[in-house]
Every structure is written in structure tokens, then in C-alpha cells.
């Protein structure tokens, strides 16, 4: 997890906008001085903060991994419809027309902890009758933030969903992840160290994410902020150069989501080597992708800077197939329709492990792992075009790239850049 500190005032940024998203250029102003109508607050409680003083309070909430105990932002209206579908991140639900029964339950032992009310707003007294009733309880540190909801959402600020406060876990399927890692991570568990290490202005030395998927055309294309490529392919030739000294560093693979197998096969490996704390986020670069966070291409960079367009692609010679929109891809419909009527007219090579391809394949195609192609690559003629394919285009991609490499002389080679499911009575189905 490591990046030049000549770019840290961009990390920061980028910290900002990645785990809150979206926000627009108002923010970071103090809020406007509060004036209530007394016909609709008819109580204000006597200690107000405007957004500067709430800021914080939600960035340290989210940099943590547990709990916050110094501090709780308590959203005081009514959960149903208006928490469940937008609050401020790391707030808690307490209506306050059910304090009396929640107060208990959902308020700190401690007394002296710092308790931030809001509600909807200039014309919403909810939070104020709250704050007034956590003090009657003998809370010493109360404050409310009038301006509340409305200020957040019009600041340009993201808000967290019902959802978002705790995402589950995802659902493996067996038959793509055959030897799922037994530590898993959340989003919400992978995202504090993410922006602990882009607030640093040294390398962490004693946390890792790790990106299994092949570094061309995955991790350069676009990976979480701080991680560092390790191929899952290439981990026994890199594992020496990348993997801390540190045995007991905590260690954090990801991949291609739900259907990848790579980080659990990594994770597996980096505990077989003696690491003791190795975890994998199995969600992983798709749903931070969904989730609307910041990514780094392989230079740093935001993937939404703006780029240089790519060079326009060679035509493709006489006789080749069509290609597909992503360089080395092949056009899925055409691929759709050779795989099923004419896959002798092609090399179909499955990138997959051998457990996968046992489970379900494209009959005629041949079963090869990117580190077996490596070592037959010299077998391989001009005879038919060579399609290489897997699960969702990671690891088919970093053979492609491989044999642009390795062999420039074959020109009709091409890659299934698509998740593709495999079904055993040999059938399959495309998804882009």
C-alpha cells in the first residue's frame, strides 16, 4: 500500500470524495447562522453545531473499525420512511417519539459521551426534544445539529441507506468459488483501511490490500485506492518481492467479485507461507466499483480523470474474428455462436482451475491455467484463432496480454472479456 507522499494532498481528497462520494464544490463551508421559528421549534435545545462541527465526527466513525465510544450521532426522526432511505453516514436511529423506549438500548453507558441530535431540518423540533430528554437523563455533552438532513443532502454529501449501515456478506457459489477463504471481509470492514492508508504520509507497514486479479487488463484498468497487484497467477514468482516481512501483517485479497476465485486462492497461499492474519473481501472491485468509490488506474490516477484516448485498434486481417470493444476481446454474440455450433473452428482454452473446469465447461475446450499456458506457450500454432476464456474476463485477459508478449507472432489470439456462467450439461451464458 504504497504511493508517493507528493500526492497526499490529492489522497485526502480522494478519501472525501471516495467514501462519501459526489460532493459537490459547496462543501467545506461553515453553515449559514441558524435561525428558527419558534412557532415550529418552540424549544430549541441551548447548544447548536453547524456541519464543520459533524464533519469529523463522520469521517473518524468511518475511518474506524469498531464503534466510536467517544462520540454518536443520533438521527431523531422517524425510521421508517425517513432514516431507512437517506441518513448521515454512522448515524443510529433513535425516533424521538420512541426515546424513552430505545434510550436505554441504544444510548452509551458513559454519560460524558458526545451526543450529536438531528433531524429535518430549520423546521424540525424533533432533535431538539430529544436533546432536551438525553440531558433530563443526565447526559452532559449534548449538542444538536439543526440544519440536519436537508443541509447534508444539499451540500452535496452522500447518505447511507437502511443498507449501507451493515452490508452482509455475499453469497458464494460453489461452483465458481470451489475453496472459499474462511475470513471474510465487508465493504464496511475494508474501507477504514483504505482511508487510513491514503491519510498517511508514510507506507503502512502493517496492512496490505492486495488486487489477485492479472495486473493487465484488471488492475491497471481500474483498482481500489493503496492496493498493490500480486496476479494470482504470479503469486509463487512474486509472493517474496510484494508480501510484507511481517508474518503477522493483516493481509486483505480481492478480485473479480462474487464469481472470482483468485483472491481466495491467494489468501490461501499467504496463509500457507505463515501469515496469521489473512482475510479476503470477496465482494470485492465490483461492488466498490457499485457503491459509486473512487478508483486508481495503474498510474494513481481517479479512474474518472480524465484520460487520453486509446489508440484506434489495427483492423483485424482477413479471416479474423470480430473483435469485441475492449482490446483482445472477441465479439460476445459471435463467440456465442462458435462455442455452440462451431467451437472446432477455434482453440478454446479455459483459464480456469482444473476443479472448475470439472465442475462445468464448453466441451471442446481445453482445460490450461494461466501458469500452464506460460509453459506450453511455444506449443501453440497459427493453425485456428485461439480464444481464451473464464469466469468473468480477468484471468482469459491476462493470457491474452501474455501472449502479446510472449508471442508476437500470433495475431488471431482473443479473450471473453464477460462473466460467463457454466452450467454441466455443457451449455453456458453470457453476461457483459
Same mark, same amino acid.
Given at each position: 500500500?504504497?504511493?508517493?507522499?507528493?500526492?497526499?494532498?490529492?489522497?485526502?481528497?480522494?478519501?472525501?470524495?471516495?467514501?462519501?462520494?459526489?460532493?459537490?464544490?459547496?462543501?467545506?463551508?461553515?453553515?449559514?447562522? #441558524?435561525?428558527?421559528?419558534?412557532?415550529?421549534?418552540?424549544?430549541?435545545?441551548?447548544?447548536?453545531?453547524?456541519? %464543520?462541527?459533524?464533519?469529523?465526527?463522520?469521517?473518524?466513525?468511518?475511518?474506524?473499525?469498531?464503534?466510536?465510544?467517544?462520540?454518536?450521532?443520533?438521527?431523531?426522526?422517524? /425510521?421508517?420512511?425517513?432514516?431507512?432511505?437517506?441518513?448521515?453516514?454512522?448515524?443510529?436511529?433513535?425516533?424521538?417519539?420512541?426515546?424513552? $423506549?430505545?434510550?436505554?438500548?441504544?444510548?452509551?453507558?458513559?454519560?460524558?459521551?458526545?451526543? #450529536?441530535?438531528?433531524?429535518?431540518?430549520?423546521?424540525?423540533?424533533?432533535?431538539?426534544?430529544?436533546?432536551?430528554?438525553?440531558?433530563?437523563?443526565?447526559?452532559?455533552?449534548?449538542?444538536?445539529?439543526?440544519?440536519?438532513?436537508?443541509?447534508?443532502?444539499?451540500?452535496?454529501?452522500?447518505?447511507?441507506?437502511?443498507?449501507?449501515?451493515?452490508?452482509?456478506?455475499?453469497?458464494?457459489?460453489?461452483?465458481? #468459488?470451489?475453496?472459499?477463504?474462511?475470513?471474510?471481509?465487508?465493504?464496511?470492514?475494508?474501507?477504514?483501511?483504505?482511508?487510513?492508508?491514503?491519510?498517511?504520509?508514510?507506507?503502512?507497514?502493517?496492512?496490505?490490500?492486495?488486487?489477485?486479479?492479472?495486473?493487465?487488463?484488471?488492475?491497471?484498468?481500474?483498482?481500489?485506492?493503496?492496493?498493490?497487484?500480486?496476479?494470482?497467477?504470479?503469486?509463487?514468482?512474486?509472493?517474496?518481492?510484494?508480501?510484507?516481512?511481517? /508474518?503477522?501483517? $493483516?493481509?486483505?485479497?480481492?478480485?473479480?467479485?462474487?464469481?472470482?476465485?483468485?483472491?481466495?486462492?491467494?489468501?490461501?497461499?499467504?496463509?500457507?507461507?505463515?501469515?496469521?492474519?489473512?482475510?479476503?473481501?470477496?465482494?470485492?472491485?465490483?461492488?466498490?466499483?457499485? /457503491?459509486?468509490?473512487?478508483?486508481?488506474? @495503474?498510474?494513481?490516477?481517479?479512474?474518472?480523470?480524465?484520460?487520453?484516448?486509446?489508440? @484506434?485498434?489495427?483492423?483485424?486481417?482477413?479471416?479474423?474474428? $470480430?473483435?469485441?470493444?475492449?482490446?483482445?476481446?472477441?465479439?460476445? *454474440?459471435?463467440? *456465442?455462436?462458435?462455442?455452440?455450433?462451431?467451437?472446432?473452428?477455434?482453440?478454446?482454452?479455459?483459464?480456469?482451475?482444473?476443479?472448475?473446469?470439472?465442475?462445468?465447461?464448453?466441451?471442446?475446450?481445453?482445460?490450461?491455467?494461466?501458469?500452464?499456458?506460460?509453459?506450453?506457450?511455444? %506449443?501453440?500454432?497459427?493453425?485456428?484463432?485461439?480464444?481464451?476464456?473464464?469466469?468473468?474476463?480477468?484471468?482469459?485477459?491476462?493470457?491474452?496480454?501474455?501472449?502479446?508478449?510472449?508471442?508476437?507472432?500470433? $495475431?488471431?489470439?482473443?479473450?471473453?472479456?464477460?462473466?460467463?456462467?457454466?452450467?454441466?450439461?455443457?451449455?453456458? %451464458?453470457?453476461?457483459?
Amino acid at each position: 500500500m504504497r504511493r508517493h507522499s507528493s500526492i497526499l494532498h490529492v489522497l485526502v481528497v480522494a478519501l472525501l470524495l471516495g467514501l462519501l462520494s459526489g460532493c459537490s464544490g459547496a462543501r467545506g463551508h461553515k453553515g449559514a447562522a #441558524v435561525q428558527l421559528d419558534p412557532a415550529k421549534v418552540p424549544a430549541p435545545y441551548h447548544s447548536l453545531v453547524d456541519i %464543520e462541527f459533524v464533519k469529523p465526527l463522520v469521517f473518524e466513525a468511518m475511518l474506524n473499525q469498531n464503534p466510536a465510544t467517544g462520540a454518536m450521532i443520533i438521527d431523531a426522526r422517524p /425510521k421508517q420512511p425517513r432514516y431507512d432511505k437517506g441518513h448521515i453516514p454512522t448515524a443510529v436511529s433513535m425516533p424521538d417519539s420512541q426515546f424513552d $423506549k430505545m434510550a436505554a438500548e441504544v444510548l452509551p453507558a458513559d454519560k460524558n459521551t458526545l451526543l #450529536v441530535f438531528y433531524c429535518g431540518g430549520l423546521a424540525c423540533p424533533l432533535s431538539h426534544q430529544s436533546a432536551w430528554k438525553a440531558e433530563g437523563l443526565g447526559y452532559t455533552n449534548v449538542k444538536v445539529y439543526a440544519a440536519g438532513d436537508p443541509e447534508w443532502e444539499s451540500l452535496g454529501y452522500n447518505v447511507w441507506t437502511a443498507r449501507d449501515v451493515r452490508t452482509p456478506l455475499p453469497v458464494l457459489d460453489p461452483a465458481k #468459488v470451489t475453496k472459499p477463504f474462511h475470513r471474510l471481509l465487508t465493504l464496511d470492514q475494508v474501507k477504514p483501511y483504505v482511508a487510513t492508508a491514503l491519510l498517511s504520509t508514510t507506507p503502512i507497514e502493517d496492512v496490505m490490500l492486495i488486487d489477485s486479479r492479472p495486473k493487465q487488463p484488471r488492475y491497471d484498468k481500474g483498482h481500489i485506492p493503496t492496493a498493490v497487484s500480486l496476479p494470482d497467477s504470479q503469486f509463487d514468482k512474486m509472493a517474496a518481492q510484494v508480501l510484507p516481512a511481517d /508474518k503477522t501483517a $493483516k493481509l486483505i485479497f480481492y478480485c473479480g467479485g462474487v464469481e472470482c476465485p483468485l483472491s481466495h486462492q491467494s489468501a490461501w497461499k499467504a496463509e500457507a507461507l505463515g501469515y496469521t492474519n489473512v482475510a479476503v473481501y470477496p465482494a470485492g472491485d465490483p461492488e466498490w466499483v457499485a /457503491k459509486g468509490l473512487k478508483v486508481w488506474t @495503474a498510474e494513481g490516477a481517479s479512474q474518472e480523470a480524465a484520460s487520453a484516448p486509446a489508440p @484506434a485498434k489495427a483492423a483485424a486481417p482477413a479471416g479474423a474474428l $470480430k473483435a469485441g470493444a475492449a482490446e483482445g476481446s472477441i465479439d460476445n *454474440a459471435v463467440f *456465442a455462436d462458435l462455442a455452440r455450433n462451431n467451437v472446432n473452428s477455434i482453440q478454446l482454452i479455459d483459464a480456469r482451475t482444473p476443479a472448475e473446469f470439472a465442475i462445468a465447461h464448453i466441451p471442446g475446450s481445453v482445460n490450461m491455467t494461466v501458469d500452464m499456458i506460460e509453459k506450453r506457450i511455444g %506449443e501453440f500454432t497459427a493453425e485456428k484463432p485461439i480464444v481464451f476464456i473464464c469466469t468473468t474476463g480477468a484471468r482469459s485477459g491476462e493470457a491474452f496480454y501474455m501472449f502479446q508478449a510472449m508471442r508476437p507472432d500470433l $495475431k488471431d489470439v482473443y479473450y471473453v472479456d464477460a462473466n460467463v456462467s457454466f452450467a454441466p450439461d455443457g451449455s453456458f %451464458e453470457i453476461k457483459k
